[in-house]
């Protein structure tokens, strides 16, 4: 079965400071893409990273980073000087057949 | 256009009404997937398409629900005898190969 947990509902920080938006997933394929969107209040679902099974090197892209550990079956997801622009769900989703989406972790960065 | 267009936008359709909703990939994609987002929980799983094929309709929820890609490119969700519980938004996205999935927008769809 595949499964993607996103634990956190809502966070909410203050404007520059870090967040961690947690994803654990459960698939017994061994190959597979994992993936994080964002979903700002207009519903576009934006991409913004996809990593295969194969690469758990971390990925930095501005103030945005990724941990990767297969052994913990998790792609975390860092947010370095949030800003308010970041206010968004975020969804983590793992793809077999079809993308399978956690529930989301809705973020709200306070000016 | 360069990414997934969908349309209607917003649709508000009276119970017992039959809506379709489009979706117009981007030009080149073999895969196209329906996602149903109920409010505060995430897409999930309706349908796929590879080309023209449907290969997986395991999420359609009842037998009002139907969905055709019957060129492989433009693909309609159809769905009958609408009820509250349809309300939702209905994304659509499609992918080339191993690689993300771009989305549209959605068709924000009200039953009243």
């Known amino acids: 079965a595949q499964k993607v947990t996103q634990a956190q509902t809502e966070i909410s920080v203050v404007e520059k400071e870090d967040v961690t938006l947690d994803c654990v997933y459960e698939?017994?394929?061994?190959?597979?893409?994992l993936f994080w969107y964002k979903q700002p209040p207009s519903g576009e679902l934006v991409f913004l990273i996809r990593?295969?099974?194969?690469?758990?090197q971390n990925e930095i892209s501005g103030r945005y980073s990724w941990n990767f550990q297969k052994s913990t079956s998790s792609f975390n997801f860092t947010i370095t000087a949030s800003q308010v622009v970041d206010s968004a769900v975020y969804f983590c989703?793992?793809?077999?057949?079809?993308?399978?989406f956690g529930t989301g972790t809705s973020l709200t960065v306070i000016p | 256009g360069a990414g997934v267009s969908q349309s209607p936008r917003y649709k508000v359709a009276k119970r017992g009404q039959d809506v379709a909703l489009r979706c117009d990939p981007i030009s080149g994609h073999v895969s196209l997937f329906w996602y149903q987002q109920a409010l505060g929980q995430g897409p999930e799983f309706l349908t796929y398409?590879?080309?023209?094929?449907?290969?997986?309709k395991s999420g359609l929820p009842s037998d009002r629900f139907f969905a055709e890609r019957p060129e492989g490119s433009v693909s309609t969700l159809k769905i009958q005898r609408t009820q509250q519980e349809d309300s939702a938004v209905y994304l659509c996205a499609s992918r080339g190969g191993h690689t993300e999935a771009f989305f549209g927008q959605g068709t924000r769809l009200t039953v009243v």
């Open positions: 989703a793992l793809i077999g057949n079809q993308f399978y």
């Open positions: 698939t017994r394929d061994t190959t597979y893409y």
């Open positions: 398409f590879q080309n023209e094929a449907q290969l997986d």
């Open positions: 990593r295969n099974s194969f690469d758990e």
